[in-house]
Antibody, heavy 118, light 109 residues
Framework: EVQLVESGGGLVKPGGSLRLACEGSGFAFSDAWMSWVRQAPGKGLEWIGRIKSGSNGGTADYPAPVRGRFSISRDDSERTVYLQMNSLKTEDTAIYFC?????????WGQGALVTVSS | QSALTQEASVSGTVGQKVTLSCIGNSANIGSYAVAWYQQISHGGPKTVMFGDSLMSGIPDRFYGSKSGTTASLTISTLQPEDEADYYCSSWDNSLNAYVFGTGTKVTVL
C-alpha cells in the first residue's frame, strides 16, 4: 500500500523559514517524481513544485509564485522529499500535500498545516 | 490564480446523472490530458481519473471526456458517498506548471 506522510508543519512568523518532510512507502521511491501541492484555507489546490527522480537528473521545477523562496530536495536513502520554505508570507498559510507525480498526481499524503502569523 | 474554470457547485439526488465541466485553453486542456481529483473535507485528495482511465478502486459510474479546451467528469448514478469537492488539473505549457481548476462542490440532495 502506498503511503505518504508529511511532517514539520506548524506556526511560523512572517519572514521566517520552515522545512516540511514527506516520507514515502509502498512504492519505488527512488524512481518516483515527487510534487508538493498546497491549499489555502477555503481555497483550491495550487502546485508549488516537484523534484524529478535521480535517473531523470534529480532537478526541481517551481511555478513563478514560489520560485526563489521555496526549494525541494530528496534523500532517496531515507525515502523522503523535503520542501524548504523561506521568507514566508501570511499568504503561504495552507495545508501542504506531497504527491507522487506521473503526468498527474497519483498518490497523495494527508497534508501538513503551515500557519504564517505574527 | 486558477487557470481552469469549474462550476462552483453542482447538486443532484441519488441515482441522478451529474456532469462537471472544466474549461481551459490551448496551453493546457487543449494540449494535455486532464486529471480529476476528489477531496472530502479538506483531507488528502484522491485521484479519480486521468485522461479516460479510471483509477483502481474508483467505481465505473465515473467517466471523463474532453472536447477541445473543455473537459468533463460525469457521475452516471450519483451516490451519497460522492459528495465531495472535485478538482480538474492539467499541465500548462505557457506557465510551465500544473494548473488546477477552481473546484466544484458536489452535493447529494
Amino acid at each position: 500500500e502506498v503511503q505518504l506522510v508529511e511532517s514539520g508543519g506548524g506556526l511560523v512568523k512572517p519572514g521566517g523559514s520552515l522545512r516540511l518532510a514527506c516520507e514515502g512507502s509502498g512504492f519505488a521511491f527512488s524512481d518516483a517524481w515527487m510534487s508538493w501541492v498546497r491549499q489555502a484555507p477555503g481555497k483550491g489546490l495550487e502546485w508549488i513544485g516537484r523534484i524529478k527522480s535521480g535517473s531523470n537528473g534529480g532537478t526541481a521545477d517551481y511555478p513563478a509564485p514560489v520560485r526563489g523562496r521555496f526549494s525541494i530536495s530528496r534523500d532517496d536513502s531515507e525515502r523522503t522529499v523535503y520542501l524548504q520554505m523561506n521568507s514566508l508570507k501570511t499568504e503561504d498559510t495552507a495545508i501542504y500535500f506531497c504527491a507522487t507525480e506521473h503526468y498527474y498526481f497519483d498518490y497523495w499524503g494527508q497534508g501538513a498545516l503551515v500557519t504564517v502569523s505574527s | 490564480q486558477s487557470a481552469l474554470t469549474q462550476e462552483a457547485s453542482v447538486s443532484g439526488t441519488v441515482g441522478q446523472k451529474v456532469t462537471l465541466s472544466c474549461i481551459g485553453n490551448s496551453a493546457n486542456i487543449g494540449s494535455y490530458a486532464v486529471a480529476w481529483y476528489q477531496q472530502i473535507s479538506h483531507g488528502g485528495p484522491k485521484t479519480v481519473m486521468f485522461g479516460d482511465s479510471l483509477m483502481s478502486g474508483i467505481p465505473d459510474r465515473f467517466y471523463g471526456s474532453k472536447s477541445g479546451t473543455t473537459a468533463s467528469l460525469t457521475i452516471s448514478t450519483l451516490q451519497p458517498e460522492d459528495e465531495a469537492d472535485y478538482y480538474c488539473s492539467s499541465w500548462d505549457n505557457s506557465l510551465n506548471a500544473y494548473v488546477f481548476g477552481t473546484g466544484t462542490k458536489v452535493t447529494v440532495l
